[in-house]
């Protein structure tokens, strides 16, 4: 059975950073892809940055730099680094994974939540002013 276990989220001032974590287990696949999304109250969910098998990686556009995704294929752990956190930046936090056919692998590296099929519960993140 696929889990995935996110960590790392807190309450940050304006400007500070954090690192989170997502701990992977019972993924057999060898090709897929790791997504990060957020969703704010009130707000729809939205991609945040993805990471293929291959280590191709996508970030939404309003990334611009302040979030670095990696894995770490040893430890079966996908992160997200996130610098210069902003108030927007409030949400909670989810890794997700994908696998299945090249299209939907292509579709998940796009950050279409639609071809994840596996998700973590999520890690709060709140960003003071």
């Known amino acids: 059975q696929v889990h995935l276990v996110e960590s790392g989220g807190g309450s940050v001032q304006a400007g500070g950073s954090l690192r989170l974590s997502c701990a992977v287990s019972?993924?057999?696949?060898?090709?897929?892809?790791m997504g990060w999304f957020r969703q704010a109250p009130g707000k729809e969910r939205e991609g945040v940055a993805a990471?293929?098998?291959?280590?191709?990686?996508g970030y939404a556009n309003f990334v611009k730099g302040q979030f670095t995704i990696s894995k770490d294929n040893v430890k079966n752990t996908l992160y997200l680094q996130m610098n210069t956190l902003k108030p927007e930046d409030t949400a909670m936090y989810y890794c997700?994974?994908?696998?299945?056919?090249?299209?939907?692998?292509?579709?998940?590296?796009?950050?279409?939540?639609?071809?994840?099929?596996?998700w973590g519960q999520g890690t709060q993140v709140t960003v003071s002013s």
């Open positions: 997700a994974a994908a696998s299945g056919t090249e299209d939907i692998l292509i579709s998940a590296l796009t950050l279409d939540a639609k071809s994840y099929n596996y």
């Open positions: 019972g993924f057999p696949y060898r090709k897929y892809c």
């Open positions: 990471i293929d098998s291959d280590g191709t990686i």
